[in-house]
T-cell receptor, first 113, second 113 residues
C-alpha cells in the first residue's frame, strides 16, 4: 500500500546548487504534507510543511511546492550545503485519520563540496 | 527548545519476552504517536493516542501491542511477547494539533534475539 512514493532513492548535488526532491501520493484525502530530514540512528526532524489549500510554502532555504492535480509535491533546497546531506522523507496526513503520518521511502541526498 | 525523549536508546530482548519502550512527549502536546522503522524500510505508523484513548491504529498494532499514558508526562509502548520481526527502531512523536507537525524522539532500537 504505497500511498506516498519517493521514486528516487538517492540524489547527488554540488554545494551551492539547487536540490529538488520529489514525492507523489495517491490518496486524495490527504490534506497536509510534511518533509522530514533524518540522519542515521536519529529520529526524523521536521523541516517544512504545507496545507492542501496552498501551493507553496517557503522557509529560508527550503521551499515546498504542492501540485494537487498531479498529486505531487517537491522540496527545493537552495543553496544546498554539505550539512544538508541526509535522508529526506515526505509524509502526508488526512484530517479524518487520527493524525497518522504516511511516509514515503525516503531519498538520500548527498551534497558534495 | 522542547524535545521528545525516549528511553532506552537500545533494548535487546529474547523472543517471547515483554518489553516496554518509554517516551516523554513535548509537555504542551496533546496527541501522541508511535512509529517504527525496520532496517532499510520506510517509517510506519503504529498508533495514535489522544485523551487517554487510542484514536487510530495500524494493522501492525495487534493484540501484542498496547500503549499507556501512566502519568502526566510518560507515554509507553508495550510489546507483550516479542517476535524476531519486531526488531526495529521505534519512534515516539507528539503534536498539537493532530495531523500537523509531529516532533519525533531519537528512537529506541529494539533487537529481538
Amino acid at each position: 500500500d504505497q500511498q506516498v512514493k519517493q521514486n528516487s532513492p538517492s540524489l547527488s548535488v554540488q554545494e551551492g546548487r539547487i536540490s529538488i526532491l520529489n514525492c507523489d501520493y495517491t490518496n486524495s484525502m490527504f490534506d497536509y504534507f510534511l518533509w522530514y530530514k533524518k540522519y542515521p540512528a536519529e529520529g526524523p526532524t521536521f523541516l517544512i510543511s504545507i496545507s492542501s489549500i496552498k501551493d507553496k510554502n517557503e522557509d529560508g532555504r527550503f521551499t515546498v511546492f504542492l501540485n494537487k492535480s498531479a498529486k505531487h509535491l517537491s522540496l527545493h533546497i537552495v543553496p544546498s550545503q554539505p550539512g544538508d546531506s541526509a535522508v529526506y522523507f515526505c509524509a502526508a496526513s488526512a484530517y479524518n485519520q487520527g493524525g497518522k503520518l504516511i511516509f514515503g521511502q525516503g531519498t538520500e541526498l548527498s551534497v558534495k563540496p | 527548545e522542547p524535545e521528545v525523549t525516549q528511553t532506552p536508546s537500545h533494548q535487546v530482548t529474547q523472543m517471547g519476552q515483554e518489553v516496554i519502550l518509554r517516551c516523554v512527549p513535548i509537555s504542551n502536546h496533546l496527541y501522541f504517536y508511535w512509529y517504527r522503522q525496520i532496517l532499510g524500510q520506510k517509517v510506519e505508523f503504529l498508533v495514535s493516542f489522544y485523551n487517554n484513548e487510542i484514536s487510530e491504529k495500524s494493522e501492525i498494532f495487534d493484540d501484542q501491542f498496547s500503549v499507556e499514558r501512566p502519568d502526566g508526562s510518560n507515554f509507553t509502548l508495550k510489546i507483550r511477547s516479542t517476535k524476531l520481526e519486531d526488531s526495529a527502531m521505534y519512534f515516539c512523536a507528539s503534536s498539537d494539533p493532530p495531523g500537523h507537525e509531529q516532533y519525533f524522539g531519537p528512537g529506541t532500537r529494539l533487537t529481538v534475539t
